[in-house]
């Protein structure tokens, strides 16, 4: 007998299925009405995925022209690039023109540098409007309370914990790797 056949078979674990869940970016996808665009970032956030903006990018490239998911409106989700303002971030020439002709076909202008104001084209979904002010400033809660940003919870805990103008640790701490 072999070695090979002693030893017992390793049976290889079953990766999960890692596309399942684009169903529900495009869910989302679909929503979006002509002549309005969202990010990537807002896709990821309705879909229930808040920090997979990056993941509604390799979906969205994924799809084909014909199947199961070819109604998906892909031309209307950009890349963010301010507070206020979106862009295709699709980086063939060719695919980001057929983007922008199938945008400006549907009423949405693009200024000189290639934006897109969110505020006059942009699409929130119906989960509380997050406009450049509110994003900022924290979320809408249920109700109408304004949860802090993560920013100011950050400050409010450093607050609590150190004197104002001083570091943990003194003055004279030093940082890891730096000479005296």
Known sequence: MTAAAT???RSTARLPDTVSWWTEFYRVVRRIPPGRVTTYGVVALLAGRPRAAR???FAL???KESGPNADVPWQRVLASR???????SIKDPVGGAVQRMLLEAEGVVFDARGGVPLDRFGWWGRAAKKTPESSH???VAPGGLTAPSTTARRRAASADRTPAGTRP???AARRPGRRS
Do not use: E
């Open 82 to 88: 301010s507070r206020s303002r979106a862009a295709i």
């Open 61 to 63: 490239a994924a799809l």
């Open 55 to 57: 993941h509604v990018g």
């Open 7 to 9: 030893k017992p078979r």
């Open 169 to 171: 640790g003194g003055s």
């Open 137 to 139: 400033a924290g979320a």
